[in-house]
């Protein structure tokens, strides 16, 4: 599940909430109680066992940051191994990808079009080049638009929308020189409370 293939509403239906996908938040909320499907408005929710609950919060996780299974397992293989709550280990490693870093310092307005920016070799990291999404910043990485990249047209207007931009406390950002920098090891209060970490976690421990 690298990539998200056809309707991104139906999948935020499907699980009953915004998983981020769509840059129009508002269009997304106003269908999200109703299931996707010709009956969905008259179909009801059906009870979940504990098994289920844990399955869904794993693909909501694997869909929200457009990664495979593969990925996610050796993720929460990582935070199981560190010192701390795993569940709030896990969530910053997800959020330290490079391709989350360049979505939340406002670079792209979805990860999806962030994780193809990457890709597409537009940033450099520490003034290195870095083309890999899943790549784990550092406190102290310094995120660049790439000089022969800064007017390609998906960065029109971008200095813009940094200056708009709602960051968040362990980034700062620098709209004029766009660039952008990690400060600290994102916080609990920084997470998006979209999926039950716990549940993840006790999902592959008993496997």
């Not at 293989?77 to 569940?87: I, M, N, Q, Y």
């Not at 920016?117 to 899943?134: A, D, G, Q, T, W």
Request: charged fraction near 30%; proline fraction near 3%; avoid cysteine.
């Amino acid at each position: 599940m690298g990539r998200t293939i056809g309707p991104k509403n139906k999948l935020a239906r499907r699980f009953g909430v915004n998983l981020g996908l769509k840059t129009n938040s508002a269009k997304v909320a106003r269908r999200l109680n109703q299931p996707p499907g010709v009956h969905g408005p008259k179909r009801r929710r059906k009870n979940t066992s504990s098994f289920g609950k844990q399955l869904i919060e794993k693909q909501k996780a694997k869909i929200v940051y457009g990664i495979r299974e593969k990925q996610l397992h050796r993720y929460v293989t990582e935070a199981t191994r560190k010192e701390g709550d795993s569940g709030v280990v896990l969530q910053q490693l997800l959020e330290r990808r490079m391709d989350n870093v360049v979505y939340r310092l406002g670079f792209a307005l979805t990860r999806a079009q962030a994780r193809q920016m990457v890709s597409h070799n537009l940033f450099e990291l520490n003034e290195k080049k870095m083309n890999i999404p899943s790549h784990i910043v550092s406190v102290g990485d310094v995120i660049f638009v790439k000089k022969n990249k800064v007017n390609k047209g998906i960065f029109e207007g971008v200095e813009e929308r940094l200056a708009k931009h709602d960051l968040q406390s362990w980034l700062s950002v620098d709209p004029k020189a766009k660039t952008g920098k990690v400060l600290n090891i994102p916080d609990e209060k920084d997470f998006d409370r979209v999926f039950d970490v716990r549940l993840i976690i006790e999902y592959y421990a008993s496997r």
